[in-house]
């Protein structure tokens, strides 16, 4: 039994790893498609923590990534896309991906949103120089998290847990790229 197991953990995040690209080319969005879902994510956080509008309005700028999807058996990976915004207006799209290893099994989905307190902290995400953390600062569908969420070099990342579930001991950094809108 142990043998069998042995052999799955080392075979199992080779399978992953293999078929998240592939997987993440299928589900390739539109800029429309992923508007839309910053949209009904907005919506839903909201409806959650009624502090989630006025904390993106105060913020210098933020990222809203609608649905991250991850998964891992040992080695895990994530990837979302989203939208980015300068004082609440449109700037430009952006794409997370996440590798971890360490002890974790399961999958999930979730939402993410990336707060920047300044024009630096901005700035330093738009040229690539940003590698956040998986530690959110807050966990949305709480009354009041997002307004309780903190700042740390610039940035505050607050998550909302949207479906499935992962335990996870691993560690890992999110890697972010921008493309400005045209």
């Known amino acids: 039994m142990v043998h069998v197991f042995l052999r799955l953990s080392l075979i199992l995040p ?4 293999c078929a998240a690209p592939a997987s993440a080319k299928r589900q390739k969005k539109s800029d429309s498609e992923i508007a839309q879902d ?16 006025k904390t993106l309005k105060q913020a210098y700028g933020y990222v809203i990534f609608p649905e991250v999807g991850k998964g891992g058996f040992v080695v895990g990976a994530s990837h979302g ?10 700037i430009g799209h952006a794409k997370m991906t996440q590798t971890t290893v360490g002890a974790q099994v399961g999958g999930q989905t979730y939402a993410e949103v990336i707060l920047f307190e300044n024009k630096a902290a901005l700035d330093r995400f738009k040229v690539g120089k940003f590698e956040g953390s998986a530690a959110a ?3 949305g569908g709480k009354k009041g ?8 070099d610039g940035t505050a990342i607050m998550v909302l847990p949207l479906k499935g579930a992962m335990a996870e001991a691993a560690g890992g950094g999110q890697k972010f790229a921008f493309m400005p809108l045209d």
């Not at 080779?14 to 790893?17: C, E, F, P």
């Open 14 to 17: 080779v399978i992953l790893l």
């Open 145 to 152: 998290a997002a307004a309780a969420s903190k700042y740390k």
């Open 81 to 90: 896309e989203g939208e980015v915004y300068e004082k609440g207006k449109l």
């Open 38 to 53: 910053v949209k009904e994510v907005r919506k839903l956080w909201q409806s959650k923590d009624s502090s989630f509008n």
């Open 137 to 139: 600062t807050a966990i």
